[in-house]
């Protein structure tokens, strides 16, 4: 019965009734996707430049509702220049995670008032905030950020939801509701179940339908909504439009702010400000309770991407784990303490009969203790577990990210192709493997004893072609002697702000010619081309200058050949324009064409839901063959850029199809393609970009995404309304799949799919192994996944579950990919607590004398007998010194005695503590001058250790200030 109200309740048209999610095709009014971005872009500024100021730099950025990536990831670089390169391709992706998750609760939880804060359900909406912040902050701790990201996006919509659906605008409130994120705060004010809150709109009109009474004593309540009863308590208010039947019934009307045209439309904007403002509010918590490093990589505020390696470990590979070694090592030692330093270290080993485990570090020390402690031994039966160590660096690793595996020997799990395809497609990452040693013959040879060869075959090698071509990686096959000369590309990676301006690839193979433009923006441009020794090919310049594969130095690059691999140096950055590649080959090959450009674009599938407040969502697994595609295109590292075409074309052969653009803002572009045909494609980017000063007319660029787009005639839909499950529990995850003509279910199809289902913690689980649609089914047929979660998993743990569904002649497949959180549930909802042991100053009158005197502050700080510990305390505010310890207290409580001392030109301090599950308290302490010329004196607490009673500092000076600490919890 659940599936079926499901499914009603998503067919519905326009069933929005929030915050428009992503976009307002009104114009004027402001969507979720706005609230959190510039909540977001603001929040993210102020930290960076909170640590510009204690690093003593400037930072002018202006901050206000005009703030764009761009401009926040240029202040927050702390060097360079505004012509220096700059990527923003991370901090808009992970931007776009977080209000893509807002959106999606719209889908998810349609019905739940407490998602929603309708039916006056305070208490079950601030649960929902609280349990998520929590999640949020344990993925943190265990740096899952891609995790965290997801659950924070579900947790800002209920909190934006507030201000638009219940009466706090109308109160005359000017700031945020903090106690929605305080859970140990009481919620007052609230209208009782019995108290009536409005009256009848007149006339259409309901700027007056709430009752003076409830005005008057300041009560708090939300409107009721239902779509299939129009009962609600008497009196109550509705939340009012087409879809909820309670706003017929007396009271008639809504008080709903979610856009212009709503009941309270003229509140909308004051209530889209306060969600700003709360969302910011939020953030500052969990900014608090994560550090300001931390807090600015789960915002995904990088510029460089990580360095992941996923390396075979068995007898063959000493030579291929040394030079991993080498060129990992040349990189993290040429870029430690630059913009360019990876943002994370990932290294994932593997062999047979083990794979992992994962190491994730940003300590790039770690990482290199980690790649020496790698040894190789083992693995007599040849086949290794290649696929399994790629899917733990694939669900671990940011999107977006470029992996290298490093192996010389077949999968042995070649089972896990098409899951590895959908986690590549889902993350968009690139896959390159190094492959070592490949027979020229398709068949593995075999020794005088009758056993295969180390080396792998031809067919062999093919799995690791499909994905790398999937990806828009490569599949770089060379001896072990000469790997070091390939492992060029992998320092090419790792420069900052790479981007992709043509990938092919031609399977069969044939000649053809290979067209790119080179715009001003892009430097180090570098070609690859990858194929069969025999394969030749002539590089031309827009001048007219050619270069013969032949000429390994030329007049327009330097060429590097390593088994199937040439490498073009571009020799000069200054030739803008047309220029072409032919090559000639009849067997496959691929022709990638990258350099370095802050000016890129990021893309996400999302799908329509028709109707008077028609919206999107993020649409997950492949588009539907035959159906219309939409994509949302944002264009990063630029503000001036004007796009003018966006085609989806296959990288093998001819078909193109033209999307229709529609500007939504901020560099972000609706692009619709009609009737999208099966086959496998990808996006490239065409435009104007008149950023340059130095070019009287805009440079014309293109840029193409590297990983492939397949369209599917299957349908894999699941239903997991929860993502976020405790340690020794099991959730179920319910999916349909449905065969579709045209992008619609064919509701006449029957027939057997084959189904897999894999997480990438290998946690116990059960699905069926097939799903068949029978005649009368309507062409769905419907499966439920369990997923059992270990008891001894860490809180704060990401699982990726991915489903997939197969035709019966193997020749299709789509899939699902959930990411879930492991969230224990928390019983400390208490802040920890701040006592004044004592203070004392001999701070001089004359602001010229300041820097010759010291004030000091010492502070005990507990989380109480039943708290889970202080983990942490931290100078927010203040430019001194802080020392911690920890003594027991009289009632046996853990206390942390927090000795501050500080110049009297910075006469202000503000303490973070943070306990174990993130709770935070703020103390703060304030010097200030008196008229008396009278000693400081000293003030003891309630609470009083042997460490810190009776602290004084000398006095020398001939004026005395007192010293007025405040105390308080923000």
């Known amino acids: 019965m659940f599936l079926v109200v499901v499914a009603v309740v998503l067919s ?8 428009q999610p992503l976009f307002a095709f009104d114009g004027n009014s402001t969507t979720h996707r706005d609230i959190t971005q510039r909540a977001i872009l603001r929040k993210t500024a102020e930290v960076c430049r909170d640590i510009a100021a204690s690093e003593g730099r400037d930072f002018s950025l202006t901050i206000d509702d005009r703030l764009s990536t761009y401009k926040v990831q240029r202040a927050c670089s702390s060097t360079g220049t505004s012509t220096s390169l700059l990527s923003t391709v991370m901090f808009r992706t992970s931007i776009a995670k977080m209000y893509f998750s807002n959106a999606k609760v719209d889908v998810i939880f349609a019905l739940s008032e407490e998602h929603h804060f309708d039916d006056e359900t305070f208490q079950g909406g601030r649960d929902v905030i609280t349990a998520g912040v929590s999640a949020v902050k344990a993925s943190v701790k265990l740096e899952n950020f891609v995790a965290g990201r997801w659950t924070l996006g579900r947790v800002c919509h209920t909190l934006q939801d507030f201000y638009s659906h219940s009466n706090w605008v109308e109160l005359g409130n000017k700031a945020p509701y903090s106690t929605l994120i305080r859970p140990d705060q009481p919620l007052e004010n609230l209208a009782g179940l019995s108290t009536p809150t409005c009256r009848n709109c007149t006339g259409g009109n309901c700027d007056n339908n709430l009752l003076p009474d409830l005005l008057q004593q300041g009560l708090l309540t939300s409107g009721y909504f239902n779509i299939f009863s129009p009962a609600k308590p008497a009196g109550k208010c509705s939340h009012g439009g087409s879809f909820d039947k309670t706003s017929r019934q007396d009271p008639v009307g809504g008080i709903s702010k979610d856009d ?15 969600a700003v403002n709360a ?18 990589r789960l915002m995904g505020l ?8 996923v390396i075979d470990t068995t007898g063959s590979m000493s030579d291929d784990i040394a030079e991993a070694k080498r060129v990992s090592f040349q990189i993290i030692d040429s870029k430690r303490g630059t913009q360019q330093e990876p943002s994370a270290y990932i290294l994932v080993p593997f062999n047979d009969p083990g794979f992992g485990p994962l190491i994730m570090t940003t300590n790039a020390d770690v ?18 577990l290649c696929l399994s160590g790629l899917q733990l660096a694939l669900t671990a690793a940011p999107p977006s990210s470029e992996i290298f ?15 590895i395809t959908a986690l590549i497609e889902s993350t968009k990452t690139a896959v390159t493997f190094m492959l070592t040693d490949v027979l020229a013959s398709r068949r593995r040879r075999r020794n005088s004893q009758g056993k295969s060869s180390r080396s792998m075959s031809q067919l062999d090698a093919q799995l690791y072609r499909d994905l790398a071509r999937a990806s828009g990686g490569q599949a770089i096959e060379v001896t072990k002697s000469d790997l070091s000369l390939a492992t060029s590309v992998i320092e090419d990676s790792s420069a900052i702000a790479v981007v992709t301006v043509l990938q092919g690839v031609r399977n069969p193979g044939r000649p053809d010619n290979f067209t790119f433009t080179v715009d001003g923006s892009l430097r180090n441009m570098t070609a690859y081309i990858t194929g069969a020794s025999s394969l030749t090919f002539d590089l031309t310049s827009p001048t007219g200058v050619s270069q013969s594969s032949s000429q390994s130095n030329g007049p327009l690059a330097s060429i590097t050949t390593a088994g199937n691999l040439r490498r073009l140096s571009l020799n000069s950055d200054n030739q803008t324009g047309s220029w072409k590649i032919s090559v000639n080959s009849n067997s496959p090959y691929s022709v990638k064409v990258a350099g370095q450009s802050s000016l890129n674009f990021i893309y996400n599938l999302v799908e329509a839901h028709e109707g008077a407040h028609g919206d999107y969502s993020l649409k997950e697994g492949r588009p539907l063959s035959g159906a219309n595609v939409s994509l949302l295109v944002s264009v990063t590292g630029s503000d001036t850029v004007k796009v003018t075409e966006v085609t989806l074309f296959d990288s093998s052969g001819p078909t193109e199809v033209n999307g229709s653009l529609q500007s939504v803002g901020s560099g972000n572009f609706l692009v619709t393609f009609s009737g999208v045909p099966a086959g496998n494609f990808v996006l490239r980017l065409k435009g104007e970009d008149s950023s340059s000063t130095s070019r009287a007319t805009p440079s014309s660029f293109q840029r193409q995404a590297p990983t492939q787009m397949k369209t599917s005639s299957i349908s894999v839909t699941t239903q997991a309304n929860n993502t976020n499950i405790e340690p020794g529990s099991t959730i179920s995850v319910p999916f349909t799949v449905a065969a579709t003509t045209d992008g619609v279910v064919n509701d006449s199809a029957t027939g057997t799919f084959t189904v897999r289902a894999n997480n990438d913690r290998s946690y116990a689980s059960t699905s069926p192994s097939t799903v068949t649609v029978a005649a009368g089914g309507g062409g769905k047929a419907n499966g439920t996944v369990t997923l059992t979660i270990p008891a001894s998993a860490a809180s704060g743990t990401d699982v990726t579950l991915t489903i997939e569904a197969e035709n019966a002649a193997a020749t299709d497949t789509n899939y699902a990919v959930l990411r879930m959180s492991v969230t224990a549930k928390v019983t400390d909802i208490s802040r920890p607590v701040c006592q004044l042991v004592s203070s004392s100053t001999s701070c001089p009158s004359s602001s010229s004398l300041c820097a010759s005197a010291q004030w000091l502050f010492i502070a005990n700080l507990t989380d109480g007998i039943n708290g889970t510990g202080i983990e942490s305390v931290t100078v927010r505010q203040g ?20 000795t501050y001392s500080a110049s009297c030109c ?3 301090v503000e303490l973070a503590a943070v306990d174990k599950v993130g709770n935070v308290g703020t103390c703060v302490g304030q010097a200030r001058e008196s008229a008396t010329a009278t000693a400081a004196p000293v003030t003891t607490a309630a609470v009083n250790t042997t460490s810190t009673g009776g602290h004084t500092l000398s006095i020398s000076h001939c004026l005395w200030i007192s010293v007025v600490v405040s105390l308080f919890w923000k």
Do not use: W, Y
């Not at 212009?260 to 306060?274: E, P, R």
């Open 12 to 19: 519905l048209p326009g069933l929005t009734h929030s915050f």
């Open 260 to 274: 212009i045209g709503s009941s309270h439309g003229s509140l909308h904007h004051k209530a889209a400000d306060l």
């Open 279 to 296: 969302t910011m509010e939020l953030l500052e918590d969990i900014r608090l309770a994560a550090g300001d490093k931390n807090f600015l």
């Open 302 to 309: 990088s510029q460089s991407s990580v360095l992941c390696f």
């Open 367 to 384: 990482f290199k203790d980690n790649i020496n402690k790698l040894s190789a031994s083992g693995g007599g039966d040849i086949p290794e």
């Open 405 to 419: 595996v490093f192996t010389d020997a077949p999968a042995k799990d070649a089972h896990l192709k098409s899951t």
């Open 879 to 898: 430019n001194g010194t802080l020392n911690t310890s920890t003594v027991a207290g009289t009632g046996g409580e853990n206390v942390t005695v927090a």
């Open 906 to 908: 910075s006469q202000n």
